[in-house]
């Protein structure tokens, strides 16, 4: 398995506070994920980076900002956590590369949920 | 742009019965095709995956093909167990540096 791993696992906050989630991997990989898992939407990307301080916007990235300053860390942040946001966060990874280019590995997910 | 289309469920079968879950691409370009599997409570891990046509990809008894004619990536399994329940995400992706495009997963329960 991808040494992965994510915190917390599981977060209940309020709405209006900043939240941060925590991807950390032992990979040294140059790639990295973060996805929102929900019912009917299967996974959508909310934002990537390809190296450290370069990231880019997914499809559903309004409300959430990223920071990567280590190769090994990528940062997910909501700076003001509404109820739409309760959902499971996935990270993944990818090789720059390589054959397997093309894959993804995933993390064990952070359950997240807005009151 | 690229999307993945998967049948929906709940499927629920028989341990031992035959299993199919339906899943078709578009796409612009020429995508590996992926299944990936999420137990319940964990994390989505690679089930098997094809880079061109008419490849299979095969992992733990499952089988898919890349068949670029039909623009298709069924996923099949001869018996299944009740150990095969999870939802199961069909995905595309290109080489480097592009996100995975998933499906909206189908969930499948398995009875003994």
């Known amino acids: 398995d991808a040494g992965i791993t994510q915190s917390p696992r599981h977060k209940v906050t309020e709405t209006g506070t900043p939240v941060t989630l925590r991807c950390h991997q032992t990979?040294?990989?140059?790639?990295m994920y973060w996805y929102r898992q929900d019912p009917g939407h299967g996974l959508r990307l909310i934002h990537y980076?390809?190296?450290?301080?370069?990231?880019d916007k997914g499809e559903v990235s309004d409300g959430y900002s990223v920071s990567r300053s280590k190769t090994e860390d990528f940062l997910l942040t909501l700076e003001s956590a509404t109820s739409s946001q309760t959902s499971v966060y996935f990270c993944?990874?990818?090789?720059?590369?390589?054959?397997?280019?093309?894959?993804?590995?995933f993390g064990p997910g952070t359950r997240l949920t807005v009151l | 742009g690229d999307s993945v289309t998967q049948m929906e469920g709940p499927v629920t079968l028989s341990e031992e019965a035959f299993l199919t879950i339906n899943c078709t691409y578009t796409a612009t370009g020429y995508p590996s095709l992926f299944w990936y599997v999420q137990y319940p409570g964990e994390g989505l891990q690679l089930l098997l995956k094809a880079t061109k046509a008419d490849d299979k990809g095969s992992n733990k008894g499952f089988e898919a093909t890349y068949r670029k004619e039909t623009t298709s990536f069924h996923l099949e399994k001869g018996s299944v167990q009740v150990s095969d329940s999870a939802v199961y995400f069909c995905a595309l992706r290109y080489m480097g540096n592009t996100p995975l495009v998933f499906g909206k997963g189908t969930r499948l329960s398995v009875i003994a």
């Open positions: 990979e040294n990989h140059r790639y």
């Open positions: 980076s390809y190296g450290v301080k370069d990231t």
């Open positions: 993944a990874i990818s090789e720059s590369a390589g054959s397997n280019t093309d894959t993804q590995y």
